[in-house]
């Protein structure tokens, strides 16, 4: 990575610190977390909490993203202090609650007639902040997440973010919280699979998350002895995968585990969308679905049974490994000493062996995905897994 600028040290834990923005002393800070849920939130709730407590600053929790700052949305603003916090570094989820339905610039309001309009909320959310006594804001989150909090930052909100996705696609660090235990979890599904699909002969397909990037699918594909991985960053022509089958079987592997991003695409074609209940009378197209179609595709042009499993939200949940929960910790400690430090419009970010503060802007430029000429993927290539290119 790009050198970057370290995130300041400690101060003295007892002192209260003068903003910025110049508009006198952090005394209450709040945490959201939005987006996707990701092994890891809990930690990072409770480093902020204990971090912030240690400078005689008080902390509050805003619960479903920022519904918990508007007075018609359910959610609440809350205390956190350490017996709130106590016991949580181990637990999956978040205690806040979390959702990808709350948007403060297009904030979906129910009208008389039972339609759905988008308004902008955000001067509501900035508003409803200062009523509340809080001085900065910790922003836990994905790309759409951070995005949402650079925007309220550009209009003079305090905050600073916490990268967390399982999909790792936050261009700026080289790791974000909750991708290790993913790969994990589907890692340990697929060593599963491995003895069914050779005691019944067939070819088992697993798809995983990833709709931009494939790091889940490769790392997890790569750690279970997949036969063939398919991801984002390369289309796959189905005939090169089925070619993969018929070798191993030529060989007398009579089995094969194929491991699929779900936004893998084939050559000259489109992401596989589903439609999902989305609540009372409104469905949604959801991406998903690849696996069926690939595992629909290989039967027929090979002849071979074939069964498709597909992880999805199992990913998400569960207890962090030990790696995402320090991680989370380190994350949640350094977003503190960025506000005591007045480095807001900030992301802190992991560049080993460092976890630094770089912009908001920066860190959302890109997704970072796999590099189709990187190590890990020539490792897969060295070692014999099909690509499907």
Known sequence: MNERKAVPGDDDPGTTT????????????????????????????????????????????????????????????????????????????????????????????????????ARDRSGEIIESLREHGIDALIAIGGD??????????????????????????????????????????????????????????????????????????????????????LIPEIPFDIERVCDKIREREAAGREFSIVCVAEGATPAGGEMVMKTVPGGGTDDQERLGGLGDMVAHEIARRTGKETRSLTLGHLQRGGTPTSYDRVISLRFGAAAVRCVARGRFGTMVALDPPHVRAIPLGEALANLKLVPVDGDIVMTAQAIGVSLGD
């Open 18 to 117: 003068p903003r910025a923005d110049g508009a006198g002393e952090i005394k209450t800070i709040a945490i959201n977390t939005g987006g996707g849920d990701a092994p890891g939130l809990n930690a990072v709730i409770r480093a902020i909490v204990l971090s912030a407590r240690r400078r005689g600053w008080s902390v509050v929790g805003i619960e479903n993203g920022y519904g918990g700052l508007l007075p018609d949305d359910p959610g609440r603003v809350i205390p956190l202090g350490a017996d709130e916090v106590r016991g949580i570094t181990h637990r999956g989820g978040t205690i806040l609650g979390t959702t990808n339905r709350s948007d403060p610039f297009a904030w979906p309001v129910r009208l008389p007639d039972g339609s759905i309009e």
């Open 144 to 229: 759409g997440s951070l995005d949402l909090a650079h925007r309220l930052s550009k209009r003079g909100l305090p905050v600073v973010g916490v990268p967390k996705t399982i999909d790792n696609d936050l261009c700026g660090t080289s790791l974000t919280f909750g991708f290790l235990t993913a790969v994990a979890t589907a890692t340990d599904a697929i060593g599963k699979l491995h003895s069914t699909a050779e005691s019944h002969r067939r070819v088992m397909v697993v798809e995983v998350m990833g709709r931009d990037a494939g790091w889940i699918a490769l790392y997890s594909g790569l750690a279970g002895s997949a036969d063939v991985i």
